[in-house]
């Protein structure tokens, strides 16, 4: 190749030691996909959802953007929901923050970047609703832990808010959604304890997850 031979010299050896391992194992992704999960999660490429849930290719349908965002107006997060609910019947979405997320961080402090400030509004809603909190812990590094937490919540919440679930829970398909985020320094998912499966555990599931982190960040300040 041309460009870039390493690249296509790394996947030769990786089709082969898939093969050597299960002999069956492309045929299988070449047939339908059948995942149980849609993972919504941050484009850095230290968080790869496959290896850090252990799951294979074909188990979990995945979505990323900066700092994984859900917002009602992205046609390309709604498309990929849309197929994940309503044709491949996933019964999990998780929404997956991680720790030392930059786009938190450019949220957090403000600097102008470009383009993309524009989509890290959102996040500086997040981060304006919950100003008195983080103004009151004790350094930056705090305050962006939290505000990586509070992101994922609020996006868990954004996602059970729009039509796509509210009409597959209406339909009573089973679909359970989660908050998670994932600690870059010891490759550990922690469940931020916001998940839910009816529209009617929305509000009070998000309200008491929002209190459990402010505790936790109150607690070490």
Known sequence: MKYLPELFAANTRWAEDMRAADPNFFAGLAGLQDPDY??????????????????????????????NV??????????????????????????????????VRAALEGPSLGLIDNWLRHIQDVRDRHMDFLAALPDNT??????????????VRNVARTTLVGDAWRRHQPLMLHAWIYGLEDGRLQDLQASFNEEGEVDSVIAQAVVAAHARYTVRA
Request: charged fraction near 15%; aromatic fraction near 6%; hydrophobic fraction near 40%.
């Open 70 to 103: 859900v917002v009602h107006t992205d046609l390309n997060c709604l498309s990929v929901m849309q197929y994940a609910i309503d044709v491949l019947k996933v019964r999990h979405i998780i929404v997956c923050g991680h720790y030392g997320c930059g786009g």
């Open 142 to 155: 705090a305050r962006w832990r939290a505000l990586c937490e509070l992101n994922v919540i609020d996006q």
């Open 38 to 67: 849609l993972w919504i999660g941050c484009s850095d490429s230290r968080v790869p959802a496959n290896q850090i849930t252990g799951l294979k290719p074909g188990e979990v349908f995945v979505h990323r953007n900066i700092a």
